[in-house]
């Protein structure tokens, strides 16, 4: 849960400023889009893998292996909780 300090702390800081400097000057808004591609950018890595692993992975999406029971489990409860949730 979020500590109310924080979170006053945070709109403080930073939210009132940014909101103050888009008012000020509309034309720095933002898009949902351009938020979202500037994200993916921040967030996007080459992982390099040998040869090997390459192949053991691309066998893994082939041909995955059966869910473990653990899995299995944590699959049905979240689909029960999905249910509850949308009743």
């Known amino acids: 849960m979020t500590d ?3 979170l006053e702390s945070w709109l403080h800081e930073k ?3 940014a909101y103050d400097a ?3 000057d509309p034309s720095r808004a ?3 889009d351009q938020v979202r591609a500037r994200l993916a950018a921040e ?3 080459v992982i390099r893998l040998s040869l090997a ?3 053991c992975f691309a066998q893994a999406l082939l041909s995955p292996p059966q869910p473990a029971p653990a899995l299995e489990r944590a699959f049905a409860r ?3 909780l999905l249910r ?3 009743s």
């Open 43 to 45: 967030h996007t890595e």
């Open 22 to 24: 888009l008012k000020t």
């Open 30 to 32: 933002v898009t949902p």
């Open 53 to 55: 692993d390459q192949e």
């Open 4 to 6: 109310p300090k924080n």
């Open 15 to 17: 939210v009132g400023p």
């Open 78 to 80: 979240r689909s029960k």
């Open 84 to 86: 509850v949730i949308d």
